[in-house]
């Protein structure tokens, strides 16, 4: 059975084209008001972006869709989890802090911001899931408990991932950080030969797992909680994953734990993916680099899958852009993700999201 994903393209010559009526429209041609009943408090998943970075969706192209859950006579709430590597949203204080810099309040974004995992993250809701590493997932409280959500996802690259998109969004971004640790378990390993020593590792890890004396010495994997920060900020690129061991794995993790994170929404659920500022990190780093391809437009769906697919299809049939960290891909249907990241396989989300029953790849792209 085909998915259908609705798209509008980035360009607008009219008022009636600019990006708030575009998410209005497509709002309805994906048909989200039939996700949504009257009355419901509805989670509209997001993500507030680490202080310094400025890629994340931005609060004002939100509002249109909570005017349109508000329209419904439901009642939405903003919402995220606190992370597991520490920085500005590794607390409900400081993450709502962050979220309102940004401009994550109901004046902008219209609707008020919750932490879906409480004041220190232990607010969460074991789901039973049919899967191979996990049979139960920890589930932020306020996102378990809402009635229906609308997951708004910023679509670009991720390592280990290959891209963070709607599946990752579900995943990790609507995990406590306990369930974020049970997805990771994935830990470095490291090339003394290539260590310079300059210490950048050992400043930067929010866990203290690293010890630097004139080169790499010790990984206590005791403390690492596998987030990479260390690969994406070594200079010499002395550390790495088992890309072919572990990273497959967490990526299956990744996708169960989307799945639990839609458990008893059985259609209560919609998507928007944002194809703006495809940068070659997460939101959560606090910096935001140059779109590796140009901007693209924005995708709705009932399916998380089959959104996902659609925009990975999209990012790769573009010409990749120049002064990017785009290294290799940079041709019209080469894969973009590997292009930053080369031993990334983006499209394990997809097929292991597919076989669990998550949603489908095969997709029909409706343009409006």
Not at 35 to 54: C, P, R, S, W
Not at 298 to 323: E, F
Request: charged content about 20%; glycine content about 10%; aromatic content about 8%.
């Amino acid at each position: 059975m085909t998915s259908n994903v609705y798209f509008a393209g980035i360009r607008a010559r009219t008022p009636e084209d600019n990006k708030q009526n575009k998410i209005k429209r497509l709002f309805d041609a994906a048909g989200l008001a039939q996700v949504i009943t009257k009355g419901d408090l509805v989670a509209i998943k997001i993500h507030f972006g680490e202080h310094g970075n400025d890629s994340y969706v931005n609060p004002i192209l939100v509002r249109p869709i909570s005017e349109k859950v508000q329209s419904i006579g439901a009642k939405p709430f903003l919402t995220d989890t606190n992370t597991l590597y520490g920085g500005s949203r590794a607390n409900a204080v400081d993450h709502l802090q962050t979220a309102e810099d940004h401009g994550f309040c109901r004046t902008v974004a219209g609707a008020p911001a919750i932490i879906a995992d409480g004041l220190r993250g232990d607010f969460y809701s074991e789901i039973n899931v049919p899967g191979k590493h996990f049979q139960r997932v920890k589930i932020a409280g306020e996102i378990a408990f809402a009635d229906s959500m609308i997951v708004v996802s910023h679509f670009k690259a991720h390592l280990p991932a290959g891209f963070g998109g709607a599946i990752k969004n579900l995943g990790m971004g609507c995990a406590s950080p306990l369930g974020k640790a049970e997805q990771h378990s994935t830990r470095p390993i490291f090339n003394a030969d290539l260590c310079s020593g300059c210490g950048t590792c050992m400043d930067n890890c929010p866990n203290h797992a690293i010890t630097v004396r004139k080169q790499i010495t010790a990984i206590n994997y005791d403390l690492c909680t596998g987030c990479g920060k260390c690969l994406r900020l070594c200079p010499s690129h002395a550390l790495d994953f088992d890309w072919f061991v572990e990273v497959p794995p967490f990526m299956e993790r990744m996708t169960e734990y989307a799945l639990g994170a839609v458990a008893g929404k059985e259609g209560r659920v919609g998507f928007f993916n944002f194809l703006i500022n495809i940068t070659p990190d997460c939101d959560c780093v606090p910096w935001s680099d140059a779109s590796i391809v140009p901007d693209i437009g924005i995708l709705a769906s009932t399916d998380p899958v089959a959104i996902d697919q659609a925009s990975y299809d999209l990012v790769n049939r573009h010409t990749g852009l120049a002064n990017s960290a785009l290294q290799t891909n940079h041709e019209q249907g080469r894969d973009k993700f590997q292009g930053v990241w080369e031993s990334t396989h983006g499209s394990i989300q997809m097929d292991y999201g597919e076989k669990i029953g998550l949603g489908k790849k095969e997709y029909r792209l409706i343009e409006i």
